[in-house]
């Protein structure tokens, strides 16, 4: 099914743009130590999920211990995969100049270089011959 091509004028379009320009800028205003003691609790909280469930499953011996370490283990994973590294990846925690949370050097032991080089980088989402999944979704007619 194919959808209609909307087409703004200049006008419009400059329009858009500060109303975009003016939620970033409030956006970025609001940023302050409560997000960045966001995301390190967050990573903290990760790390320790991660060491203690695979603490659980290398001590227990009982069968409730293996099933607290690998819900352990895969809440780990959830929060680093999720809440961790696709929004770093995205940076969107770049305004802290954290060099550990920087989205052009973190390493995301999850991301694949296709969806990174070719989905996280440009802001273009023209359908390629690798996206399949997600041509319905594509923002715009051409990436010219």
């Not at 970025?28 to 203690?52: H, S």
């Not at 954290?98 to 802001?123: L, V, Y």
């Amino acid at each position: 099914m194919s959808q209609p091509t909307i087409t703004l004028t200049p006008d419009q379009a400059e329009a858009l743009g500060r109303e975009l320009d003016a939620i970033k800028e409030r956006v970025m205003a609001d940023l302050g130590e409560r997000d960045a003691a966001y995301i390190r609790r967050v990573i903290k909280a990760q790390r320790v999920l991660e060491i203690g469930g695979r603490a659980v499953l290398f001590a227990g011996i009982v069968p409730p211990a293996w099933l607290a370490g690998t819900a352990m283990l895969a809440l780990s994973k959830i929060l680093d995969n999720m809440e961790i590294g696709h929004n770093v990846m995205h940076g969107q925690y770049d305004w802290m100049r954290d060099p550990s949370i920087s989205g052009r050097s973190f390493e995301w032991d999850t991301a694949c270089p296709q969806i990174n080089g070719g989905t996280h980088t440009t802001t273009c989402t023209t359908p390629t011959p690798t996206s399949l999944g997600w041509t319905g979704i594509s923002a715009t007619a051409s990436c010219e």
